[in-house]
């Protein structure tokens, strides 16, 4: 049996706790927002029109990462100017798209969900058991570099090897990739690994289906079928306080003090 030498991290809902409210107030600057930059350019669309466009963007981006892929931030922009009128991408100039994007992805440090209360002190834990970490995150709406920025403010930044963001590699949970590209640049091995998440599928499924051990945080998600082999983790915990002494378990090590 393989030492356990590395520990890779979901971000939202597991270091980070986000709200349907904050995500709403996000979509409304994102919408109010892209309103504003299209009338400076002459271009004046309805906020329920711009909406709609904004659900259809979601739902295209949402269903290229169901298969296992993502688009990269700046497409996902031009999907959803294109969706308010097709085309309208290449008519605008590039100061009014980098407005939009501005708006696109500045939302989150205008209405950021909280980091974990526990979030710094599990990730020293899991430094002072000497095992490396990583993080991989399906990004959604929001962009690889402004999650970088949120995480430096709040001193969890340094405490990963590697930082696998899905918008910036094309590639998303479950797919299996995704988990492969993050342990090559960590040299690491899926027997040599857990993964830690509150996702059945992305998080559990996932990274099982790679071979990675897995511990599940309940509370956001629930197993549809709680007989089903491959939903099971190794661990399941209550929040994420506890993951600490999870992950000494399955590593075979003293939880630090």
Known sequence: M??????TFDLWQTLLVDERDLGQARAEVRLEGAKSA???FGKKF????????YMSCFQQCRDVRDGGLDVDFREQVSIFVNHIEPGLGEQLTPRVMDEVAEFYSDSFLTHPPPAHSDAVQVL???KD????MGLISNTGMTPGFTFRSYMAERGMLDYFHTLTFSDEVKLAKPGREI???????MDATPQQTIHVGDHVLNDVVGAKRCGLKTIWITGFYE????????????ITVSGLGEVVEAVAKLAGRVAPN
């Open 129 to 132: 058991m000497g095992l490396k």
């Open 179 to 185: 988990f492969m590209m993050t342990l090559r640049a």
């Open 2 to 7: 393989a030492d356990i030498t590395t520990v």
């Open 38 to 40: 299209l009338a400076k």
């Open 46 to 53: 309805g906020l329920e029109h711009i909406r709609e466009a």
């Open 124 to 126: 020293q834990g899991i």
């Open 223 to 234: 197993r549809e079928d709680p007989d089903d082999a491959e939903t099971e983790p190794d």
